[in-house]
């Protein structure tokens, strides 16, 4: 699967949780490490959780198996690394407190499509 599906099913599964403040950043040729970056806040911890759990049903729908969750289930932060695609999905304090969207500032923020 290519980056650019990726990143639709996964803004996709984040948009069908009722993430808020999504935000996609195109790094391609700025960025080692992934292609696309995501950041999505969730209203409560089981919030957060049910939007990684919809990320990853989507991917394993269409095959893919590959991927990393850093976080605990009492954080109010986690990452999901896809490889081409990274999701970071914070409860609002912690989007606050960390404020990941300036480490992608040389990125193009993306148009995203969300209902």
């Avoid at 996709?12 to 950041?39: F, P, W």
């Avoid at 969750?69 to 960390?98: H, K, P, Q």
């Amino acid at each position: 699967m290519d980056s650019k599906k990726l990143l639709d099913l996964t803004v996709e599964a984040i948009d069908e949780r009722h993430g808020e403040d999504t935000e996609a950043y195109d790094m391609q040729g700025i960025s080692i490490l992934a292609d696309y970056y995501v950041v999505t806040t969730a209203g409560s911890n089981r919030q957060l959780h049910a939007i990684v759990n919809s990320i990853i049903d989507k991917i394993h729908e269409q095959g893919k198996e590959d991927y990393r969750i850093e976080g605990t289930r009492d954080s109010n932060w986690l990452l999901v690394d896809m490889g081409d695609v990274v999701v970071n999905v914070f409860t609002e304090d912690a989007r606050d407190f960390y404020g990941l969207e300036k480490l992608w500032s040389n990125g193009k923020k993306l148009e995203l499509n969300l209902d």
